[in-house]
């Protein structure tokens, strides 16, 4: 049988906030960004969203989707979704929160979606620090002298 090719990723997004209208099942996105200034590190972002939107499925497909640091060492966080469509022309969306992710440290960031091992989108983020606590390594910083 032969390999199915991968989804393409129409969008990835991270946002403030996401709202999925009941009756017309349109996606609200409230304030994307790309970067976030953090007063301390290490931190665990405010419950940003990710969201995603898939076409070109033939069958169940699993992707997951990550967020990976400069050095692609660890994941900070990954989640497997399964998406499925009646045809490979559909769009099939959604969204979820990224809750009690830990970033120990201000960088580029990457949100990946994978499919097969492979990375098939990607969007970069940075944060950046701007606070009044100096970054130390596995601590919450010391205070500016």
């Known amino acids: 049988m032969p390999e199915r090719p991968p989804p393409v990723v129409q969008a990835l997004l991270l946002a403030d906030y ?4 009941p009756r017309s099942n349109k996606y609200n996105i409230y304030g994307v960004f790309n970067g976030v200034t953090c ?13 995603l939107a898939l076409t070109e499925l033939h069958g169940p497909t699993t992707v997951q989707v990550r967020i990976v640091g400069a050095d692609e060492v660890a994941a900070h966080f990954a ?10 022309l559909i769009v099939v969306e959604t969204g979820f929160p990224i809750r009690g992710t830990r970033f120990t440290g201000p960088g580029l960031y990457r949100l990946q979606v994978v499919s097969a091992g492979l990375v098939i989108a990607e969007r970069r983020f940075q944060l ?5 606590r100096v970054p130390e390594p596995g601590g919450m910083g010391k205070p500016r002298s």
Not at 79 to 88: C, G, K, M, Y
Not at 128 to 132: C, I, L, P, R
């Open 39 to 51: 007063p301390y590190f290490p931190v665990v972002l405010p419950d940003p969203w990710v969201y």
């Open 79 to 88: 989640v497997d979704l399964t998406a499925n469509a009646d045809s490979p």
């Open 128 to 132: 950046v620090f701007a606070g009044d």
């Open 18 to 21: 996401l709202h999925k209208d």
